[in-house]
């Protein structure tokens, strides 16, 4: 992709500009991991240092060391792509990347069929705010979320909204979202970093994928974050 270009004019000229990459998504891309109920409400724990934007981030650094790209990563825990497309100048555009990475449908994917619409026209609103901007984009699509309805946690709050979502996934809410993504992406010429199906391989291959997740829910690991970050890098490798 072209912004490899300017990674190498940057190696090699150090007055050059600097590559500045974005990320909007939900609370996978804003560096969420474990969740904990207080005062009523599930709260998670936030480590966006090791979120794969900056995974990404220190494969870039390893691969071009002088350049120190910048990384904007516009990720909020529990947000959508309606939400998304409302705040893509303020948090995206307004910093004028030249990559913008974009992964929805986690949080999305729980409005069942009456929302399936609605996301499809957010992400391509989306894509056609970066597409007019000059950026590249990319979108990612994201993890597989719980299937295990026996789940049974002492905090009755997770265990609930844990049971909800793994009803909904294994009613396919997920992948009908993921392949309507699909669909917007190549109808607006977006790239797709497809993990969902690296994940459904997985799954398909004897995986525990519910045992990848760090809050049993729908938040991958630490260490998951890296095949997400390593995926975006081989997609950038691509002409």
Known sequence: MKILEKFRNKQENQFATQPVLAFLGDSVTQG?????SKNGRIEPEY????????????????LYP????IIINAGISGDNATSGLSRVERDILAYK???VVVCYGLNDACAGQGGLDGYRESLRGIFRKLNDSGAEV?????????????YE?????IENCALNIAANEN??????????ARGAAAECGVKVCDCYRIWQRLR???VNTNALLSNAVNHPTRELHWMFAYELMRRLLDD
């Open 66 to 69: 002088s350049v120190n790209p």
């Open 171 to 180: 009613e396919g809410w997920l992948e009908r979202y993921i392949d309507a």
């Open 138 to 150: 990319i979108f990612m699509t994201p993890n597989l979320r719980i299937n295990d309805i026996c």
């Open 204 to 206: 398909d291959n004897g």
């Open 97 to 99: 990347p030249d990559l």
């Open 47 to 62: 480590y966006p240092e090791e979120s794969y934007s900056r995974k990404l981030q220190k494969i870039l650094e390893l």
């Open 153 to 157: 946690c002492p905090d009755k709050m």
């Open 32 to 36: 969420c991991f474990e969740i904990y």
